[in-house]
Nanobody, 122 residues
Framework: EVQLVESGGGLVQAGGSLRLSCAAS????????IGWFRQAPGKEREGVSC????????HYADSVKGRFTISSDNAKNTVYLQMKSLKREDTAVYYC???????????????WGQGTQVTVSS
């Protein structure tokens, strides 16, 4: 089973940028798709973006298209989420998770990291 550790969260002003990292271990990175999800207080967890480690295909939620970019470095077993033009509504705990293949269905992700807090101030 793959283990995931997120990092890179923090406090940033609206309009700023952050890059989140998701480091994977314990299994071949090429066998998984990695998704980024977020959960704001009082809200359900929602999908942000996902990437296939095998072919690099990606998906983005409409709310982040054009502002967030997901990428992977298979040599480092790490997936990144570059976030630009951050808005207050991007404030949430961000999680990465692994699934057998790329999908936007949260139920298909069976390995999760512990999360990293992103707070966007006005």
């Amino acid at each position: 089973e793959v283990q995931l550790v997120e990092s890179g969260g923090g406090l940033v002003q609206a309009g700023g940028s952050l890059r989140l990292s998701c480091a994977a271990s314990g299994a071949s990175f090429d066998d998984y798709a990695i998704g980024w999800f977020r959960q704001a207080p009082g809200k359900e967890r929602e999908g942000v973006s996902c990437i296939s480690s095998s072919d690099g295909s990606t998906h983005y939620a409409d709310s982040v298209k054009g502002r967030f970019t997901i990428s992977s470095d298979n040599a480092k077993n790490t997936v990144y989420l570059q976030m630009k033009s951050l808005k207050r509504e991007d404030t949430a705990v961000y999680y990465c998770a692994a699934a057998p293949s790329i999908t936007r269905m949260i139920s298909e992700y069976d390995s999760w990291g512990q999360g990293t807090q992103v707070t966007v101030s006005s």
